[in-house]
């Protein structure tokens, strides 16, 4: 099985921009369509943003026209790259990749990386 390893989060004041990565190993992910979710305590996992192995990128209505998701292939990693963060914005994030047709919420995504903290502060 894949296994996906984030980092690249950290305190950020409100405003600021922050690049999240996350390294697949062990199984390639180019065919596979790869997201970003996040979850605060009390609070069930929220869907940030997906791409599709073709490059078609969707993103939460929450996150729109802040964050945008990319892949890099030949490296076998996705990024997050987020802007103009909130305080609403403060979570772990996590990586996730799906090899079903249309993935279309968390359950479908079988293989999760351990998240990384992101804190923004006001």
């Known amino acids: 099985q894949v296994q996906l390893v984030e980092s690249g989060g950290g305190l950020v004041q409100a405003g600021d921009s922050l690049t999240l990565s996350c390294a697949a190993s062990?199984?390639?992910?180019?065919?596979?369509?790869l997201a970003w979710f996040r979850q605060t305590p009390g609070k069930e996992r929220e869907f940030v943003a997906r791409?599709?192995?073709?490059?078609?990128?969707y993103s939460g209505d929450s996150v729109k026209e802040r964050f945008t998701i990319s892949r890099d292939n030949a490296k076998n990693t996705v990024y997050l790259q987020m802007n103009s963060l909130k305080p609403e914005d403060t979570a772990v994030y996590y990586c996730?990749?799906?090899?079903?047709?249309?993935?279309?919420?968390?359950?479908?995504?079988?293989?999760w990386g351990q998240g990384t903290q992101v804190t923004v502060s006001s």
């Open positions: 791409i599709r192995r073709n490059g078609d990128e």
């Open positions: 996730a990749a799906s090899w079903l047709r249309g993935p279309v919420r968390a359950s479908d995504f079988g293989s």
């Open positions: 062990g199984r390639t992910v180019g065919s596979a369509v």
